[in-house]
């Protein structure tokens, strides 16, 4: 069975993540938590093309996958669980962990270090948040991002396996909790005890910078607490909180053409990230 998921690893994961997609989407039409401020059509347009622009980025700057990378620091025994003997299910479930905190890292420095945050902001920068606000990452950060990745396998020595079942989970999470869809407050109480809700993560893309640094976990809602960086709600309520960044605040500031340059732009005042 695992030889079968390693060998078919990468349709699998583009027909969960398709699937996961797919089912939040029509979630969002049935039962939207918040309106839509601003036109469907030309935010996904962005959205899309920036994922296209960061795919094909990282394909043309690393020769390698994340998976195919774990495939080769298994092979050279590089970190620490390839020199540790664990049964394959504690490997992967450490390594999956592994890999959900280093998210939780970067996250964090994304919006602490001035430099980082110039492309972070960009996934900040949807007046609304839903599921195709999961894939805008300015190219560059998504570049950066997968050299983090490289990193942390190396370092760790984080299995295929475990690179797969991390990468397939925190990728379905992410179109999850960035979905504009309405839970009913049990739900979200019971889901919040072992996964980043919708609600949760909502509190992170508002306008408000001290509510933007918090709840920067993506799939495991438990670094928040432990890192003491977890708010309940917003304090204007789901319902009236504003989404986004003060430097674009209408659709025509943010069309593909001013996302992809609004890095190299002249910042007129520092973002500083609270330090808690």
Sequence with gaps: MTDW???????LQTYLLLGGFGVVAVWEL???RRPFETPLGSRWFNNLSLAALGLALSRLCVPLAAFAFATL????EWGLLNHWALPLWLSCALGVIVLDLGSYGQHRLFHALPFLWRFHKIHH???DVDCGTALRHHPVEILMGLAVDFAIIAVFGIAPLAVFVGATLMGLASIFNHGNIALGPVA??????????PDMHRVHHSTN??????NFANLLPWWDH???TYQHEPLLGHARVELGISETRTPRDVTLLKLLVLPFRRVR?????EST
């Design 209 to 214: 910078m001290v509510e933007s640094n918090r």
């Design 73 to 76: 620091a298994e092979q050279q």
């Design 226 to 228: 432990v890192f003491v």
């Design 5 to 11: 998921l390693l060998s078919h690893q990468s349709p």
């Design 125 to 127: 920068s949807d007046l």
């Design 188 to 197: 979200d109480r019971l889901l919040r005890r072992f996964l980043v809700t």
């Design 30 to 32: 049935l039962a939207a």
């Design 269 to 273: 005042a520092p973002v500083l990230a």
